[in-house]
């Protein structure tokens, strides 16, 4: 008979078994995806990068924004740019016409495909942060960073959208604890379908 600290033991490998097996299988997914759709998705990039570039041929047209990762660590984000100023403008309210456009269908963050390839995103997460909004957050927040940040997450398909980081970060832990295959693409589907609806109500931007 096993001693409770055996049982213990054994609990927490097939637990981290079950998780890095879900982890391998989350990738998979990401990649099989975003390959299969580059051909779409790459030529949409590329008609929206020339849109922009043409209203404003001075400005980038893609910016590269510094976010926080899984376990804290920073990488760059893709985004279409929709502001009058230059990428480091995140604060800058000066949203032009096509960018006004560009944010509220989230096209903007069509180009974050390219960060689900390189691994520092997956379609399915936790929206990805600032590391100057989190460094104002409570420490239980910071249990969204247990994940990969990712394109599409629980709040952004809640009906009435969220509110407040509160209601996001109790959405984006609740994610982690039962992420699993499945439940990915079938938010990914969710996604979709909302994303094509004629009165969506995706939730816009984080809170």
């Keep these: ?33 975003v390959l299969s759709t580059a051909p779409v998705w790459l030529s949409l990039v590329g008609m929206l990068w020339l849109l922009v570039k043409l209203s404003d041929p001075y400005a980038p047209a893609l910016c590269w924004e510094e976010r926080t990762g899984r376990l804290g660590r920073p990488f760059k984000m893709a985004r279409i740019r ?88 109790r959405c984006d832990i609740a994610y982690i604890r039962s992420q699993s295959p499945l439940g990915d693409v079938k938010l990914i589907l969710a996604t979709i379908a909302q994303w094509l609806s004629p009165d969506s109500t995706r939730s816009s931007r984080m809170p």
């Design 82 to 169: 929709t502001t009058s100023q230059d990428c480091a403008a995140v604060r800058d309210q000066r949203v032009t016409g096509i960018g006004a456009v560009l944010r509220s269908t989230h096209l903007d963050e069509m180009p974050q495909l390219f960060n689900v390839l390189a691994g520092s995103m997956s379609l399915v997460g936790p929206r990805p942060s600032t590391t100057a909004r989190l460094e104002h957050r409570r420490c239980w927040w910071r249990g969204r960073l247990d994940a990969v940040p990712g394109l599409t997450d629980l709040g952004q398909l809640q009906r009435s959208g969220v509110g407040s980081f509160d209601e996001r970060a």
């Design 1 to 33: 008979m096993n001693s409770p600290t055996e049982s213990i033991s054994d609990a927490t490998t097939v637990y981290l078994a079950g998780r890095q097996r879900n982890v391998r299988a989350k990738r998979l997914i990401d990649l099989v995806v």
